[in-house]
C-alpha cells in the first residue's frame, strides 16, 4: 500500500517562508513524478508544482513561480515544496500527489496525500 503524509504548514505571517514535506511510505516512490496541489476555501483545487522522477525536471504554477520551489530525495522518499514571500492569497490546504510509473508528470493522479493546512496571516 502506498501512504502519502504532508507535514511542515501552520500558520506563517506574511512575507515569510515555510517548508512542507511529503513522506510515502510505499515502495515504488522512485519511480514515479509527483506534485502538489492547492485549495483555498470555497474554491477548487489547483495545481502548484511537479517534478519528474529522477527529480532533475520541474514545473511551476505562474502564480507561484519565483517564490515556490519543488524537490525530492529519493532515498529518503521525501518530496518537499519549499515556500518564501508568503501571501495571503497562498493560505489552501495543500496536497501531495503521486504519478503512474514513469518519467515525467502527465497530470494524472494515481494517489493523493491527506492535506495539510498553509495559514498566512497579515
Known amino acids: 500500500q502506498v501512504q502519502l503524509v504532508e507535514s511542515g504548514g501552520g500558520l506563517v505571517q506574511a512575507g515569510g517562508s515555510l517548508r512542507l514535506s511529503c513522506a510515502d511510505s510505499g515502495p515504488t516512490f522512485d519511480d514515479r513524478p509527483m506534485a502538489w496541489f492547492r485549495q483555498a476555501p470555497g474554491k477548487e483545487r489547483e495545481f502548484v508544482a511537479s517534478?519528474?522522477?529522477?527529480?532533475?525536471?520541474?514545473h511551476l504554477a505562474d502564480s507561484v513561480k519565483g517564490r515556490f520551489a519543488i524537490s525530492r530525495d529519493n532515498a529518503k522518499n521525501i518530496l518537499y515544496l519549499n515556500m518564501i514571500r508568503l501571501s495571503q492569497n497562498d493560505t489552501a490546504d495543500y496536497y501531495c500527489?503521486?504519478?503512474?510509473?514513469?518519467?515525467?508528470?502527465?497530470?494524472?493522479?494515481?494517489?493523493w496525500g491527506q492535506g495539510i493546512q498553509v495559514t498566512v496571516s497579515s
Open positions: 500527489a503521486l504519478g503512474p510509473v514513469g518519467s515525467y508528470w502527465s497530470g494524472r493522479v494515481y494517489y
Open positions: 517534478i519528474n522522477t529522477a527529480g532533475d525536471s520541474t
